[in-house]
């Protein structure tokens, strides 16, 4: 296949699914092309090429075919479990109280290849919901692959599908058959199946089911788009969304992008994006979002909040509290010809306001957060922890500009702030500034050499510009990382994770 052939078929495939052959794809596109070439008995590619360009019923039986070969996701239930952390704990409970009076919900999962997706957020709605029928319920799953449909609607699944499900939850939602396991039937009939385009298709359309979503999951799909299939996708996922409604997607799949219609709504494990009236309007506050995390991360896996040191538990503790000003003759903060005892009380004074900030903002009280540690900073002018509390309170709000003006306020009170580079990283990534993010990771490297987590998102930024050696050099740097930790220690905040899975997912990036 020369050049000129290879990119008509990009192009082709762009304009029929809205699926984009990478340069790393590249590979097993031409061994699928010439799997159906032989399959078809046809003379070349030309003619293979030929074929798909016309439109007749041959043409269009054989596009059904074709995609199966271009969609080989595979999947497993409950994937991504700070995404369904956030599921069970937050976003789900909301829809419920939202949606009481109605009794109605209703869900999308877009691209849930065989099923495990949608049969996931089934499980938690029964265990959510005590009295299911007194509901409508509406789960839908769609798959561009018919093969994966056909699969879903059975609901028969191998170990493989439930390697990082509790065997209690096997046990109780699925039968055993064969040489694998079923679906509980209750949970099966939850769940609708579609063979859907989410390029070609229509929506919202009432006539298919498709409108006022309350939830639309569509994870690790966009990755195989380009950017204006995206936009226009995601623009019309918005206008099928219910006000308030929530948009879940792959965590490094809308990096730089700031669709409209819908605000980021930062949590340790993910982002997720929330329909509004208004982009200038305040993200809703939620008890359960408590940090800004970031747009990118582990391509489409894992999310992360920068530290300094990986260390077991420690993700909400800031050991320069009430350090800030150690700094020009200063210790511990506080000017040392002050007598002793004005010191202690100083000190008490701002422990108990930073105990007080920290639990307001534990329980997403973020404008509480901002008056309290106003009031701190204008008692106390150069105190670091609060200008991060400022800060980061801001970026939850969706009031960038004034997050990164704190952000800056931190850097001075401390110039070797790595805590502030990476807000500050995140912050350009949201606003859609990526060149200005990655020089915020690389300074994020160079104040902390061991940060993991800068050398993973700034992987993931190079893979969106097809850069895969600056790519793969990031992630070998954070994978050897990794590999100097105790196989079982917990890093913040995947909360969820060990340093071994962490490391194994790096590793089957690195060798796919």
Known sequence: MNDYLLKSFQELISEQTGLHIRVQDYRNFKKAVAGRVRSLKLRDTESYYR???TESPNSFQEWREFTRSLTTGESYFFRDRGQFTILRGSI?????????????IRIWSAGCSTGEEPYSVAVLLKELIPLKEHWNITIIGTDINEESIIKAKEGHYGEWSFRHVDDSVRSSYFIKQGKGWRIDKEIREMVIFKVGNLLKDTFPDAATGMYEMDLILCRNVFIYFDNNTIS????????TLRKDGVLITGHAELYAKRPEGLLPKMYPESVIYQKTDSLSSSIRKDTNSVNIAPVVGLSNKFQTLSKSKITPNT????????KSLQREGKKDGFTTNKDASAEVIEKNELKAGLVDIEASYSEGKYEEVLSKAEALINKHSDFYAAYLFVAKAGANLGEYEKAATWCNKAIEADYASDKAYYLLAHIAEVQGDVEEAKALFKKVIYLAPSDIAAYIELGALYERENDMTRANKMRSTALELLDHLPPETSIEPYREYTAKELAQYIRNMLTT
């Open 315 to 322: 993700a909400g503790n800031d050991n320069r509290a009430v």
């Open 232 to 239: 226009s996708v995601v623009k019309k996922f918005t206008e």
């Open 51 to 53: 074929l798909l360009s």
């Open 92 to 104: 789900i409970p909301d829809i419920i109280r939202r949606n009481r009076n109605s009794g109605s």
